[in-house]
T-cell receptor, first 113, second 111 residues
Framework: EAQVTQNPRYLITVTGKKLTVTCSQN?????MSWYRQDPGLGLRQIYY???????DKGDVPEGYKVSRKEKRNFPLILESPSPNQTSLYFC????????????FGPGTRLTVL | DAKTTQPNSMESNEEEPVHLPCNHS???????IHWYRQLPSQGPEYVIH???SNVNNRMASLAIAEDRKSSTLILHRATLRDAAVYYC????????????FGQGTTLQVKP
């Protein structure tokens, strides 16, 4: 089944403890992206990647890192999480760029205490 | 950055057509107009997208104004399953992948 998977789905952590949220797609998509969703703010793009080893900042990249070493995986790294990064995170992918249909993962709900 | 403006909420009756408006007066010539929707407790899902001409697919139609400063998503017969938040999105510039989501319109569908 074609899908975007995220792990973990739920995570509660403490300030400063490094964490990684994984994202994987099995559709051979070149484009992948991370968003965060907060009440009243809608979805905001954090980082995106047009292809392996090619990444760029979205609207709210501060406090996040990404890497794209393989086409199928696009992990989101929080080196030193803070409470303002408590949010619902979505990974998305598409075949080429954002003009193509983007497929979203189920979401990761992160709480930073 | 090109922004979109949508009404916060709209209501519709089941089986009736729904017209969801979106204003994007600062759109550039290369910005695509995308519509996504988000059902409760799920990730967003693609609905439709277009550049200049009106577009149709099995889910909806997209009507784009001639000056491209506004567009309308048309659901021809609303069902209860169509109750969701609908987002009108501009691709910031062609081939960069940068998307900017607006606040979205919460659509309620009444039986």
């Amino acid at each position: 089944e074609a899908q975007v998977t995220q792990n973990p789905r739920y995570l509660i952590t403490v300030t400063g403890k490094k964490l990684t949220v994984t994202c994987s797609q099995n559709m051979n998509h070149e484009y992948m992206s991370w968003y965060r969703q907060d009440p009243g703010l809608g979805l905001r793009q954090i980082y995106y990647s047009m292809n392996v080893e090619v990444t760029d900042k979205g609207d709210v990249p501060e406090g996040y890192k990404v890497s794209r070493k393989e086409k199928r995986n696009f992990p989101l790294i929080l080196e030193s999480p803070s409470p303002n990064q408590t949010s619902l995170y979505f990974c998305a992918s598409s075949f080429t760029d954002s003009t193509d249909t983007q497929y979203f993962g189920p979401g990761t709900r992160l709480t930073v205490l | 950055d090109a922004k979109t403006t949508q009404p916060n909420s709209m209501e519709s009756n089941e089986e009736e057509p729904v017209h969801l408006p979106c204003n994007h007066s600062t759109i550039s010539g290369t910005d695509y107009i995308h519509w996504y929707r988000q059902l409760p407790s799920q990730g967003p899902e693609y609905v439709i997208h277009g550049l200049t001409s009106n577009v149709n697919n099995r889910m909806a139609s997209l009507a784009i104004a001639e000056d491209r400063k506004s567009s309308t998503l048309i659901l021809h017969r609303a069902t209860l399953r169509d109750a969701a938040v609908y987002y009108c999105i501009l691709e910031f510039s062609s081939n960069t992948g940068k998307l900017i989501f607006g606040q979205g319109t919460t659509l309620q569908v009444k039986p």
